[in-house]
């Protein structure tokens, strides 16, 4: 078990025959997942990478049956993909692409929301089921399969967390990156409930990091309703107020949005929160021994 | 980015929000022909820089004629300003906005920003003009009435309505302040702003509402749609070398510890940032070289971390995914001939041919390498490094 997707998610690439999409496309393919086919308009009826290229998002998914998109297009035309993508039928729409405008991705998550398809991302490395599935550009060797459910707004972080998890013993079941801009797809707080009802994963991993709320929300929700050990790390303890750090979403404004307040909900939901990123394995481990007890 | 009051004011009146008049000037005699331009009696000279806070520094004054305009711009323009937003350093003021009186009866703020939660809009309106909204949002959160406007929809009347019964505007204030949000609220959605803020805005005498501050900052991933923006940009106001580093599409920011940073990935350079901190270091910056981490990008990261002289060690840490890491080993070793790096660097490269390329640093022979095998290991040798040790 995993959630979200499986060796059996049928996958196509919107900007498929660019050099990001071509490349990590193939890595992809290589890793074992389903790509059945891409869009690039114009392209429609040739093929690449010895699959088929149509010319819109609805042709692909009447020809494949996919369910799944992945997103390379170049920022500006973002929305437009992701749009294309809801009204195709699309169920999950995984947005690879970084420096899509705020106000562009307000209006395609709102549309995507409508059309009750899921959004991961954007500025994301995508989602990963281990030895099943990669939708992404995340190196794929370092996730070996396991119990333990990964959540991240940081791409490097996400290699680094399961790097240190499968250096413990463990394993990852599914890890999602579900990236560092202000709007981004889902977030803990939806996929706390689905790590909370995969039966394979026994704890989860979450890395969050300065700005917004979003990791307040999930301590909110964790103290509620999630019994699997979570060990959390928050980045940004050491940044300074009004400087964005890197992602655009990664900013302390007005005094909100801080790492401190951000560990301390978590702490207080019952979170093993980590003050160095080098011990999330070591928590792991911890919580992972309590489990083995009990 | 952001830009100057001046500049947000000239956005505003494209769009029909009423300011008063206002020439900027580079020098005393410039600010003295904006006066007798604007004509009146009564003048407001204020400092254009990027920062909030400028009336207490002594950057905004008052003046009752063409001499005291030009003594108080001869004041103001050159002045090292320092405000809560400066920090302790302060900055320069080149040039200073020279705006005709106005008869304030009352203040008032108003402001837009992205409410992340919400992923929409909101408008903000408080009675307590002129004061940090910070303050005001934690001292007294109820004096602050807050709209979300859906983008889809746009704003309504019943947002204006709710801001202006919220503020007890008199029934008959209530449609000209309506009129002045919406007009607002379009300037924030046009130009893909991130955020507006007038503080204070104020209703005159006679019943109009005037911005008569203007701050305003933009969404920098739209700013390929927004050239006019782009143009206004004033370099002379952001850290030389965080707009050196990001003409290199280095995410450069500089700190005041003493252990240079070089990650790729953001989270991972915060991460590095505060680890060092958990050692019981301080780290000297941010810097995220990217995904490529190749000779080029890194011997920019090494020349850009070493103009901080304060500098006493670099710590590369480098998680290689797609990137390999012997390949970024071979890079660093090619960095340090291009640059001359003259502190301790700590090297940790775990991920895709790690081992190769621990292999490759230690045959290198280079003196002032050290490798480390994980992200404490490095930090910790990095925090040492720094401390002499």
């Known amino acids: ?294 | 980015m952001n830009i100057h009051e001046y500049q947000a004011k000239e956005l505003f009146a494209k769009y029909n929000v009423p300011t008063l008049r206002g020439h900027i000037a580079f020098t005393p005699d410039e600010a003295v022909k904006a006066a007798q331009e604007l004509g009146g009696n009564i003048w407001v000279v204020k400092a254009q820089i990027h920062a909030g806070g400028r009336g207490l520094g002594g950057g905004v004054k008052l003046a009752r004629s063409s001499g005291e305009v030009r003594e108080v711009a001869q004041q103001i323009i050159g002045m090292n300003l320092v405000t809560h937003q400066t920090g302790p350093e302060g900055k320069m003021v080149q040039k200073v906005y020279v705006e005709e009186g106005a008869d304030i009866k009352k203040e008032y703020y108003l402001g837009i920003l992205l409410d992340r939660a919400l992923e929409m809009p909101i408008m903000m309106a408080s009675t307590e003009g002129g004061m940090a909204i910070e303050d005001v949002a934690h001292n007294t959160p109820e004096k602050i009435i807050k709209v979300a406007i859906d983008p889809v929809t746009g704003f309504q009347g019943f947002h204006g309505r709710k801001l202006a019964f919220g503020l007890e505007l008199p029934k008959e204030e209530v449609n000209t302040f309506i009129k002045f949000a919406a007009a607002l609220y379009n300037v924030y959605m046009d130009y893909d702003s991130e955020m507006i803020e007038i503080n204070p805005l104020v209703k005159t005498g006679d019943g109009r509402f005037l911005a008569l501050d203007a701050k305003m900052g933009f969404d920098n991933n739209a700013l390929y749609r927004q050239e006019h923006i782009h143009e206004m940009r004033d370099l002379s106001e952001e850290e030389p070398t965080e707009v050196e580093a990001g003409k290199s599409d280095l995410s450069y920011i500089k700190l005041d510890g003493n252990v240079g940073c070089m990650v790729n990935g953001a989270g991972l350079a915060m991460g590095t940032m505060d680890t060092i901190n958990y050692e019981g270091g301080k780290p000297a910056n941010f810097l995220d070289v990217g995904g490529s981490a190749n000779a080029t990008t890194v011997a920019k990261g090494f020349e850009i971390i070493l103009k901080d002289p304060n500098v006493k060690a670099i710590f590369v840490n480098i998680f290689g995914g797609i990137v390999r890491c012997d390949r970024v080993a071979n890079g660093i070793i090619e960095a340090t001939k291009l640059t001359n790096v003259n502190v301790p660097v700590i090297v940790r490269l775990d991920g895709t041919n790690a081992i190769e390329a621990a292999e490759i640093l230690r045959n290198a022979g280079i003196k002032n390498i050290i490798a480390a095998t994980d992200l404490a290991d490095g930090a910790k040798k990095a925090v040492a490094a720094a401390k002499g040790e």
């Open chain 1, 1 to 294: 078990m995993s959630i979200l997707v499986n060796k059996d998610t049928k996958v196509i690439v919107q900007g498929f025959t660019g050099k990001e999409g071509s490349f990590h496309a193939e890595q992809c393919i290589a890793y074992g997942t389903k790509i059945v086919g891409g869009v690039t308009p114009g392209k429609g009826g040739q093929e690449h990478l010895g699959l088929p290229v149509f010319n819109t998002v609805a042709d692909a998914v009447a020809a494949t049956g996919a369910t799944v998109s992945m997103i390379f297009v170049p920022p500006a035309f973002v929305s437009d993909a992701v749009m294309e993508a809801a009204d195709a039928g699309v169920t999950m729409a995984v947005i690879i692409t970084e420096g899509a405008p705020v106000k562009d991705m307000m209006y395609a998550k709102a549309y995507a929301v409508k059309k009750n398809m899921m959004t991961i991302g954007p500025n994301c490395p995508g989602i990963i089921t281990a030895d099943e599935c990669k939708i992404g550009i995340m190196p794929g060797f370092i996730f070996k399969k396991g119990s333990i459910g990964l959540i991240s707004k940081s791409g490097t972080l996400t290699y680094e967390s399961a790097n240190q998890v499968v250096k413990e013993g463990f394993g990852i079941t599914t890890a999602v990156g579900i990236g560092g801009d202000p709007i981004i797809g889902l977030s803990y707080k939806q996929l706390l409930p689905m790590f909370e009802a995969d039966p394979e994963t026994k704890a989860i991993v979450m890395i969050g990091e300065i700005g917004g709320d979003l990791e307040i929300q999930a301590a909110a929700y964790i103290k509620e309703h999630v019994t699997k050990p979570v060990v959390a790390f928050i980045a940004g303890q050491t940044a300074p107020e009004g400087k964005r750090m890197g992602h655009a979403g990664a900013i302390i404004s007005g005094g909100a949005g801080t790492a401190a307040e951000k560990m301390a909900a978590l702490t207080a939901a019952g979170v093993t929160v980590v003050v160095s990123p080098a011990d999330i394995g070591k928590a792991v481990a911890q919580v992972m021994a309590k489990l083995a007890t009990k």
